[in-house]
């Protein structure tokens, strides 16, 4: 699943252009390497997402196309 659509889906950013805009920016950051939008995330990675002066981090746990919105959180754990 490309990291655009992952972001999204989890509902770490509420955007999937959102999404796109900060890979392009160099503010999403996977295993400590900047990424493009569309990076293949794979379960055990390690996404950095930087708001601001802020650096948020999560490992993913799972992947799915669709999630239910009380069930997102699922798919990450922060770190």
Known sequence: MRIDKYLKVSRLIKRRSVASEACAGGRVAVNGRPVKASYDVKVGDV?????????????VTALAEHVLKGDAASLYRPV
Not at 47 to 59: A, F, Q
């Open 47 to 59: 996404i950095e997402i930087t708001l601001g002066e802020r650096v948020n981090s999560y490992e």
